[in-house]
């Protein structure tokens, strides 16, 4: 099938094709005799496993690692084990992004009700001060 063929049953635009054939993650690509590009009918899926990898947080790079090595197909016991790696990876952002998102409803919380008579720069300081306590003291419980 040609690329247009192929950006319509992807969803994926033909530019995205050709990087991602230029990475070398789709194989290579036969060419007919008028130098158009032929693309094999497993193109759509291996296309779709690319795209859903990038939305899961895979690099390139490591989506790479991922695919079938030519004849030798997938490499299950390495498959598994990097998709494993990648869920640790997502629950270690996920603590992180928690973490982040509770210190900024802090800060809010800290400017919206700031105490009466206290100036904005002063609040801002005492709220910068509670969280640098608030982080040195679990820290030092962890």
């Not at 635009?13 to 693309?39: C, D, M, T």
């Not at 989506?63 to 197909?73: D, E, F, K, Y």
């Not at 997938?74 to 996920?94: C, G, N, P, Y």
Request: proline share 3%; hydrophobic share 40%.
């Amino acid at each position: 099938m040609r690329i247009g063929e192929l950006a319509k049953l992807t969803g994926l635009n033909a530019s995205r094709i050709r990087f991602y054939e230029a990475e070398g993650l789709i194989g290579n690509v036969a060419r007919g005799a008028n130098g158009y590009r032929r693309y094999p009918p497993e193109a759509v899926t291996m296309l779709g496993i690319i795209a859903s990898a990038q939305r899961a947080g895979f690099t390139l790079d490591q989506i790479r690692h991922l695919m079938p090595a030519g004849s030798q197909g997938w490499k299950h016991d390495e498959l598994v084990a990097r998709l494993k790696e990648k869920v640790v990876e997502i629950d270690a952002l996920q603590k992180q992004l928690t973490q982040n998102k509770a210190q900024l409803l802090a800060v809010i919380e800290g400017l919206e009700n700031r105490p009466e008579g206290i100036a904005c720069s002063d609040n801002k300081k005492r709220v910068f001060d509670l969280l640098r306590l608030e982080e040195n003291t679990s820290t030092e419980s962890n």
